[in-house]
């Protein structure tokens, strides 16, 4: 594998966005909500609502001690709504088990509701310092076209944990830099329509530029249009129930004029499924 070790970090340190959890302090809390807040969702989006949540939760026991209606109704236009309410829950069981301190241990932090592997690495890495590989769209996009000679990383797999490990630094506070610097590269200049391959600190090294840029198929799953969708739809009710001036709704007045009525039941059914609102004596509320 190409010794990227070096050429990047030099080229991170010159070029990192100045990003809140960079921050010295920033604490593992607050990584642990900007992982959940960025997944799916651009940087640019995150930064307000987390600055905003951790305003006004700064501590796991902070938002434990609110009820999971604060939690949906905070998090806003952010998309992907279950997040909040797994936040929560993780917040809960952080102040419930682990005496209100974010838990450094992977497996542990993977007990917590809504954390995947990526999120327990990356809180045990960015947070704490440990040294593990870390993984996310960006970064496989990299290791996929300098080492695979891929134009498009493939589904992911295991396979990518232990290319990412063998890239590393066997020193913990070197390799963070160097998982860093890989999603750094990959989400502004190792991008997936429009990579700037003069500007990149690796490209002397790259497979796939060595291979002619070749085309070798995009084999990821394509996100699902969102207008018209069912997700429009549930974030659609959830909005209204955030923004009523009463507790809830009347199940049918809630979004009475969505243009498909079977659509908007499905989504009050699984938003109810899901947790994010509870039907009361005919009333649809968030959940307390």
């Known amino acids: 594998m190409p010794e990227i070790a070096a050429p990047l970090t030099a080229w991170y340190r010159r070029n990192a966005r100045e990003l809140p959890w960079r921050e010295p302090g920033f604490g593992a809390w607050g990584v642990l909500v900007s992982e959940f807040m960025l997944q799916q969702t651009p940087v640019n989006r995150v930064i307000p609502h987390l600055e905003a949540w951790l305003a006004r939760w700064p501590t796991p026991t902070d938002l434990a001690a609110a ?3 604060e939690a949906v109704r905070q998090w806003a236009n ?4 279950r997040r909040a309410l797994w936040l929560h829950r993780a917040a809960v069981r952080i102040r419930d088990q682990h005496g209100g301190v974010v838990p450094r241990d992977v497996d542990t932090l993977l007990s917590l509701t809504g954390v995947g592997d990526y999120t327990a690495r990356a809180v045990a890495v960015f947070a704490y310092g440990d040294r593990h590989p870390v993984v996310d769209t960006n970064s496989r996009r990299v290791i996929a076209r300098a080492v695979g000679g891929q134009s498009q990383p493939g589904p992911p797999s295991r396979t990518d944990l232990a290319t990412m490990d063998a890239l590393l630094p066997r020193e913990h506070a070197p390799a963070a830099t ?3 610097a890989t999603m750094e590269l990959g989400a502004t200049v190792c991008t997936a329509r429009a990579p700037r391959c003069d500007a990149c600190p690796i490209a002397h ?11 070798t198929g995009d084999g990821r799953r394509k996100q699902a249009r969102y207008l018209g969708s069912d997700r429009q739809a549930r974030g659609a009710v959830l909005k209204a129930l955030r923004d009523a001036a009463s507790p809830g709704i009347g199940s049918e ?6 243009p498909d009525a079977l659509q908007r039941d499905r989504a009050i059914t699984s938003l109810a499924d899901d947790g994010l609102i509870e039907l009361v004596e005919g009333r649809a509320r968030l959940p307390h």
């Open 205 to 215: 090294m790259c497979a796939w530029r060595a291979a002619g840029y070749r085309d």
């Open 78 to 81: 952010l998309g992907y709504p």
């Open 253 to 258: 007045e809630l979004l009475a004029h969505w």
């Open 178 to 180: 160097v998982n860093a």
């Open 67 to 69: 009820a999971p209606a």
